[in-house]
Nanobody
């Protein structure tokens, strides 16, 4: 079984910064893409940023220049540094990982989600 555990959410004033962290654990053979998504009240979940095992990075236009995603393959972690936060960044942020496991020697690929962490930006 694979678990993603997030930390680092909270309340911050507009213009402030927060850092989110996510650690993957379990019977993991490899992790391809890791990323962060968010869901604001009444809205659909949306991509924030993703990073591949080869460190290819993709950002949503709304966070480019303000957020930085990073990853440690050895530790199986992904972080999201969020600067210049805006009230519209308020949402529950979810860690996501495309994970290959190998139960009984047979590889399988699944997408896993963390439990979510609340980020609230006050104006």
């Amino acid at each position: 079984q694979v678990q993603l555990v997030e930390s680092g959410g909270g309340l911050v004033q507009a213009g402030g910064s927060l850092r989110l962290s996510c650690a993957a654990s379990g019977s993991i053979f490899s992790i391809n893409v890791m990323g962060w998504y968010r869901q604001a009240p009444g809205k659909q979940r949306e991509l924030v940023a993703t990073i591949s095992s080869a460190m290819r990075i993709n950002y949503a236009d709304s966070v480019k220049g303000r957020f930085t995603i990073s990853r440690d393959n050895a530790k199986k972690t992904v972080d999201l540094q969020m600067n210049s936060l805006k009230p519209e960044d308020t949402a529950v942020y979810y860690c996501n990982a495309d994970v290959t496991t190998a139960p009984s020697g047979i590889r399988r690929q699944d997408v896993y989600w963390g439990q979510g962490t609340q980020v609230t930006v006050s104006s």
